[in-house]
């Protein structure tokens, strides 16, 4: 198969806060006011938990399509813990980012257990929002021309 290009455009708005240009749709992405935001939007980090968290969905109905099992429901709860020491410019060896990511999938279905736990691993190997976030993609930023 061919590599697909994902593009968006985002405007800075304010300090905390920016409009995000994705195909047809605008995203506001702004902090809590107890971060110096106007809650007008969920935060970067919060979205980069969501975007897991949608990944997961469309993976997983996708295999379990592929696998012939039946999802009566699926929930998914994310959490991630980061320290905001690097962010905040107060240095240290901790990264900037989230140090650890876990994801809980509450699922009804009429297959086994072992076959919902090789849907589960699948989803797991084959996300690939999981994947960036696992295996640390390069991200290259640099002033435009």
Known sequence: MKDITYKIDATSVSESR???TIRDFTVIIDEPEKLGG???GPNPIELELASLAGCINVTGHFVAKEMGISLKKLEIGISGTLNPAKFMGKGGDERAG???ISASLDVESDASAEDLERWRSQ???RCPVSD???AGTSVEVQIAD
Do not use: C, F, R
Request: hydrophobic fraction near 35%; aromatic fraction near 6%.
């Open 123 to 125: 989803i797991e190997e």
């Open 98 to 100: 989230y140090k650890s």
């Open 18 to 20: 920016a409009d995000v």
């Open 132 to 134: 960036n976030l696992s």
């Open 38 to 40: 106007t809650n007008a």
